[in-house]
Structure formats: C-alpha cells, structure tokens
C-alpha cells in the first residue's frame, strides 16, 4: 500500500498548470482510477533530469513507496500488479493490444494533425524557461520552423472531425471503452483530447459531435480531473462553406456494433437479401 495512499507524480505542464503530455494524463487517471491520490511534483519540459533527481529525461515518472516507474504502460501495469483489489485497468491480457490499437489509430488520425495546427501555442503556453527548448525541439522534429508548421491549419482542422467516425460508431452503442465502467483503454483515448485540451486556441470538434457525451463524461471522472481552469473549449468548431460533413449524420441508424447483437440484428438483411418483406 502507497503511503498515505499517495502516488508521487512528476508532472509535465504548461504555464497554466495544465498538464500537456498525453502519457501524463494518461496516468494520472490512471492512479485516480485506483482511488489513490496524487501527489504532483510540477514542472515543465527542461530540467526533468534535476527534478528526478537523473533518473529520467521523460515523463511521467511515478515514485510508489519508494519504488520508479518511469513509463505510462509501465505505471499501469505496476498499478495493476500491485494493486489489484482496486478497480482494473488493464485485466485481460488482450486490452493492451487493442488499446493499442485505438491509439494508434487516434494518434494517425487526430494528434498529428492537431500538433501542426497549435504547435505555436504548445510553445507560447510552455513555461517561459521553456519556450527556448520547445522551439528548438520541435523545429528539428518537424523540419521546419514553427511558423511554417502551422500554416494551412484552417484547412486541417475540419478535415478531422470526420475521420473520427469509427471512435464514434462504438460510443454510440458503449458507453466506455471499458464497456458499462471506464478501463485504460479509455484513458489512453481520452489522453488524446485531454492533450488537444491543453493547448487548442481554437475548437477542433463541432458543438454537437457524438464524440461529446464520452469526452464531456471523460473529462469529468475522478472529481473533474480533466476540467483544470488551464484547458481550452474544444467544441464550437465553426465550419466554412465547402468544409467536409464533420460525423455520419445517418449512421444512427446501423454499423457494424449494432448490427452484430444476436440475430434479430441481422434479420432485416437477411429479409432484403431474400427479396422476402421486412419484419
Ligand atoms: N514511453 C514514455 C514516453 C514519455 C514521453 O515521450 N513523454 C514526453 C512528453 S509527451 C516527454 O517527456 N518529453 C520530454 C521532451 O520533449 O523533452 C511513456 O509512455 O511514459
């Protein structure tokens, strides 16, 4: 058992308070999601090794009773292990891959795109003792300079809400990830807003995306973890003339989940497949 149920976190913030890493946030809904309690070492991009004292240059980094653990999938699972009368987060062995798989995905999908579109305001929002770094490193990650990186991002931003459809046909037919309870699959998906959150200086998602219940639900668990006073709005998204439809406006009506739940769900297909009436 952690002392006094606390989890030592070394954070990584911006200026506002507000967390940045997507592994981070990961995390630290992840040591909620145990009922423990964070104990939140701050700081920001530069200085990691001091502040861990030169066990690590990246974050998050967790102390738990004395004992690091120095990588988000790492902490879970250590969680897990060590924890394991406390609400699972990862369980089956078959969660982490698909996982994965989802993050992958919304990785390709949503925070590439995102980066090049706020990489100005990741800097300008990075701590000041920061800005130097950030700079630097971001300009050799992408090649170019952040002012040229950003340029177009009213023409990528409406290009991505409908990429998300395949996020948005599960969540209509589940309420988590995790099925009726939210697991660390929802934590690693939900990481991916929660880092667009921290640094979007403008909406990414239209006011009414079906993708809002599950975020606006995500945002909210463990006492609000999500909704610190630093985070930006991500709907209100305003679309221009020409832009793409930003979800399926019609698929409530089908989809892969729902049709595969028992053979009633399939009888209409098969009706039409026959030539027979429906129902
Ligand atoms: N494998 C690590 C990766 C952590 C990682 O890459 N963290 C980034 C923030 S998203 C970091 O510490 N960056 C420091 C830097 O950019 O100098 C994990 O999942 O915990």
């Known amino acids: 058992m952690a002392d006094d149920n606390k989890i030592t976190l070394y954070d990584l913030q911006l200026s506002t308070g507000a967390t940045i890493s997507p592994f981070v946030w990961a995390t630290k809904y992840a040591i909620a999601h145990k009922g423990l ?3 939140i070492v701050p700081g920001g ?27 988000s999938w790492l902490i879970a699972e250590h969680l897990d292990r060590k924890y394991p009368d406390r609400p699972v987060l990862i369980g089956d062995p078959g ?40 700079t630097e490193s971001r300009e050799r990650m992408f090649g170019r300079r952040i002012d040229e990186i950003i340029v177009g991002r009213e023409d990528r931003l409406p290009a991505v809400p ?70 930006h709005p991500i709907f209100g998204l305003k679309l221009r003339e020409g832009d793409p439809e930003p979800f399926n406006k019609a698929a409530a009506a ?23 009436p429906a129902g």
């Open 37 to 39: 309690e964070l104990d």
């Open 45 to 71: 991009f530069t200085g990691i090794m001091d502040r861990t004292g030169g066990k690590t240059e990246r974050l998050p980094a967790i102390v738990d009773d004395g004992e690091w653990v120095l990588d």
């Open 95 to 134: 969660v982490k891959p698909l996982t994965q798989l989802v993050e992958t995905w919304l990785w390709q999908q949503a925070i590439s795109p995102w980066m090049t579109c706020f990489l100005k305001s990741y800097r300008d929002l990075s701590l000041p003792q920061d800005h130097a770094y950030v």
């Open 162 to 231: 409908p990429k998300l459809e395949l996020l948005r046909q599960v969540l209509r037919e589940h309420k988590w990830l995790g099925g009726d309870a939210p697991n660390y699959a929802d934590y690693r998906a939900l990481s991916v807003f929660l880092f667009c959150a921290s640094v979007a200086d403008t909406p990414v998602l239209t006011d009414d995306d079906p993708l809002r219940d599950w975020i606006e639900r995500g945002f909210d668990l463990h006492g609000g973890l999500g909704r610190h006073p630093g985070m």
């Open 254 to 276: 089908g989809g892969l989940v729902s049709r595969n739940t028992g053979p009633q769900s399939t009888a209409a297909e098969t009706a039409r497949l026959k030539g027979q």
